[in-house]
């Protein structure tokens, strides 16, 4: 599944987490953890920078805030299988990983004034992950309607 060679990716993860730890105390110790926890647990098929190459996994990377444009798209980012089903069973952990994929990887896809997610949100739709025989076809779907909600 994974595309990235591992020494690379410890390479890679390493400075990354030197450049966040530069920003300095507790705020930067939960990014630290953040990033941390979505290398470990996303990163290995979305890409240590949310782009996933030629894969049927799809990139993240200034295309994941469209999602946000549509209240069923948001509900969507949380209730998506790698997400709702994720083994880091901490809401507010995952709150935090999904913050980051949005606001950061997200890029200028994400709309301003996107609220961030809280860990109640994440609570209550990960326990209803989709359920679907064809979810790439509702995931097309999802999108349209959110894209068409998008400002730009
Ligand atoms: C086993 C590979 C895999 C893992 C691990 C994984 N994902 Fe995904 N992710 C996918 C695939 C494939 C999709 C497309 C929908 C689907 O088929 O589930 C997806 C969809 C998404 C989406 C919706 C965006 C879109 O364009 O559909 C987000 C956001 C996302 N993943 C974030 C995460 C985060 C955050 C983690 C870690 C907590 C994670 N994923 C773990 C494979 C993975």
Redesign the pocket.
């Known amino acids: 599944?994974t595309r990235i060679r591992f020494p690379d990716f410890l390479l890679v993860g390493a400075l990354f987490l030197l450049g966040l730890a530069g920003a300095g105390g507790a705020r930067a110790a939960t990014q630290t953890h953040t990033v941390t926890?979505?290398l470990t647990?996303?990163g290995?098929?979305?890409g240590i920078e949310g782009i996933?190459g030629r894969t049927?996994?799809?990139?993240?990377r200034d295309?994941?805030g469209w999602?946000v444009c549509s209240p069923e798209g948001r509900d969507?980012?949380v209730r998506?299988?790698?997400?709702s089903m994720?083994l880091?069973r901490d809401d507010q952990e995952?709150a935090d990983?999904?913050n980051?994929?949005?606001f950061r990887l997200g890029g200028s896809s994400t709309p301003t004034g996107t609220r961030p997610f809280t860990a109640a949100e994440v609570h209550k739709l990960r326990a209803q992950p989709?359920q679907t025989d064809d979810?790439?076809a509702l995931?097309a779907e999802v999108?349209s309607r959110a894209r068409a909600a998008c400002p730009h």
């Open positions: 599944m926890n979505y647990h996303c290995g098929c979305h996933s049927f996994v799809p990139t993240l295309q994941v999602f969507y980012l998506v299988p790698g997400i994720s880091i995952l990983v999904l980051f994929v949005v989709l979810l790439m995931r999108l």
